[in-house]
């Protein structure tokens, strides 16, 4: 299978899959904003011209949330989510989704506003706006943990994947942890696992 990659982006979540599930994988990386991505060429495998990007024989997967339940579904054997019939499934897919639902849209403005956009079209209002949105879903995250979980909905699962990467990326951009000691600890867990090392040192 193969995917494509741009570091420092959504397409890390799918770099650490592959290494959590210890499945075989070719590895196409672009820089963020790479003419290559607006190829007519890429743009047939996602026609925003984005990553992650997911290639599987003759099926093409995008969205990362997509892409983690593809593969969980055809390669995963079970591993990295609970079973439907589990207690925790319905709070696996509640975290699963919440990344791209709550968190991502306010991460992507502040990226946007803070990093690529000159400093005469910035907008500080809406930095602040989304700043204050996301570190209220942070609380939600937060309060989730504080009942002695060290993961989003069991085990470690593909929700930690889409969420946890999630509150890595909120940390980077600098949300106020300093009242979320168990987001910050959560996020030291998630950055410390082996196969997460190894996606970062992937391209």
Same mark, same amino acid.
């Given at each position: ?17 592959? #290494?959590? +599930?210890? &499945? $075989?994988? !070719? ?8 003419? %290559? @991505? ?74 946007? #506003?803070? +990093?690529? &956009? $000159?400093? !005469? ?8 706006? %989304? @700043? ?72």
């Amino acid at each position: 299978m193969r995917i494509h990659h741009a570091p420092n982006s959504r397409s890390v979540r799918i770099v650490w899959l592959f #290494e959590e +599930l210890g &499945l $075989p994988y !070719e590895l196409q990386v672009y820089k963020l904003g790479d003419p %290559a @991505m607006r190829s007519p060429e890429y743009l047939k495998l996602h026609p925003m011209g984005r990553v992650p990007a997911l290639e599987d024989g003759d099926v093409t997967v995008y969205e990362s949330g997509a892409i983690v339940e593809y593969v969980l579904a055809r390669y995963g054997d079970g591993r990295l989510r609970p079973a439907i019939d589990s207690p925790d499934f319905p709070t696996y897919l509640q975290w699963l989704h919440y990344a791209e639902g709550m968190m991502m849209p306010q991460v992507n403005i502040i990226v946007v #506003e803070t +990093l690529f &956009l $000159p400093p !005469e079209r910035r907008n500080a209002e809406n930095v602040t706006r %989304a @700043m204050k949105l996301l570190n209220r879903m942070l609380t939600a995250v937060e309060a989730h943990l504080a009942d002695g979980r060290e993961y989003l909905a069991g085990g470690f699962s593909g929700a930690d994947i889409m969420t946890g990467h999630a509150c890595i990326a909120a940390r980077r951009i600098k949300a106020d942890l300093a009242d979320k000691p168990h987001v910050e600890a959560y996020v030291d867990r998630l950055t410390a696992r082996p196969a997460y090392q190894r996606a970062i040192e992937a391209a």
